[in-house]
């Protein structure tokens, strides 16, 4: 099946259907939108600033539960935007979710919809801001989404896009590439005859682990069966990236193409190595240089890390979350302060 916003390929999408999320649930609605349900920390995307602020108060570790309700999110965790299907027409869609869902949870989140992405056709754009529209109808609260970092490959080589930095900042890109040539980079696919060794799957899974560990946002942990399906299955066709330095395995980059486009998805590395070699900052001009080879018209960097991605050349396109909260009370507090939950736009503004 192939969704409305979808850039990613079916097999990635039906890996996240059948291993879900850790303490997820998931299932397709009666249309075949994919839904997900758990506890969700609302201060996950809030400000530095008022996450502080919130923590001091008195009592917080009594109460902070109640800042972490069951919700329900329509969308995925491994899919940059929302799916979405022209089974249904929008405003129809959106009086079927409150319907069949926002009395069940006291938070109902259709995350990610797309603002006039570049990356996506005139009627998957057209689509979602009818949804929009048709959620802000039934009650929806709407709230700046992510900032997805893309690079157009329009530039002829490396040379050309280095140019269209300062020289400070040249400088200080040919510093960090230094590190690459203690690295050895290789590319494998899923499927490969060593991804169904049991020591490899573990290296990869808790390379995995050690980034989810070190990052701010914890939301989804996505589970060893699903990166087991997914290293193993040749229909995923993913391109793995794989860096090695005096022969140790210190990092990875799983990536697809889709669309001719090259989408970075999952990363592992090891520390304090990964962080010594520069390994990040290495592997964004691999993906480039291999986007650039292939004839890929973009290079789709993911939702993290905003300012280090401008800094690197990205643009970003952004999206919206629509909000329903059953309590009215709670609905007009969240109102008055969804300002300190929109901090995407201001990185990389």
Request: glycine letters at 4%; one cysteine or more.
């Amino acid at each position: 099946m192939k969704y409305i916003n979808q850039l990613e390929n079916n097999e990635l999408i039906d890996n996240f259907l059948s291993y879900p999320p850790q303490d997820f649930s998931v299932w397709l609605s009666d249309h075949g939108v994919p839904i997900f349900s758990g506890k969700f920390d609302l201060l996950t995307t809030a400000d530095k600033d008022f996450k502080y602020k919130i923590q001091k108060l008195p009592f917080y570790k009594k109460w902070q539960r109640c800042l972490q309700p069951k919700t329900c999110f329509v969308g995925t965790t491994v899919s940059e935007y929302a799916l979405l299907t022209d089974k249904i027409d929008a405003n129809q869609l959106a009086k079927h979710l409150k319907k069949a869902y926002a009395k069940q949870y006291s938070f109902m989140v259709v995350k990610d919809l797309p603002l006039a992405s570049p990356l996506l056709s005139e009627q998957d754009n057209h689509y979602s801001r009818q949804l929009i529209a048709a959620l802000k109808e039934q009650g929806y609260i709407e709230m700046e989404g992510q900032a997805l970092a893309w690079v157009p490959i329009d530039f002829i080589d490396m040379n050309e896009f280095f140019s269209r930095f300062s020289y400070s900042r040249r400088k200080n890109f040919r510093r960090k590439l230094k590190s690459r040539e203690k690295l050895d980079i290789n590319l494998l696919h899923s499927g490969d005859e060593c991804f169904f060794n049991q020591t490899v799957q573990d290296e990869y899974y808790q390379l995995y682990l050690n980034v989810y560990q070190q990052s701010e946002v914890h939301f989804d942990l996505l589970t060893k069966s699903f990166f087991i399906q997914l290293l193993q299955s040749k229909e995923a066709k993913a391109y793995i990236f794989t860096y090695h330095s005096n022969g140790e395995f210190i990092g990875y980059n799983i990536c697809f193409k889709v669309n001719n486009m090259l989408v970075d998805k999952y990363i592992g590395m090891v520390y304090p190595q990964a962080r010594e070699l520069n390994l990040y900052f290495v592997s964004w001009f691999v993906n480039l240089e291999y986007a650039l080879q292939q004839g890929f018209n973009y290079y789709i960097a993911g939702w993290t890390d905003p300012e280090v991605k401008a800094s690197l050349g990205a643009k970003f396109t952004f999206t919206k979350h629509l909000v329903h909260i059953r309590n009215p009370l709670l609905r007009v507090i969240i109102r008055k302060f969804i300002g300190y939950f929109e901090s995407d736009k201001e990185k990389v503004a």
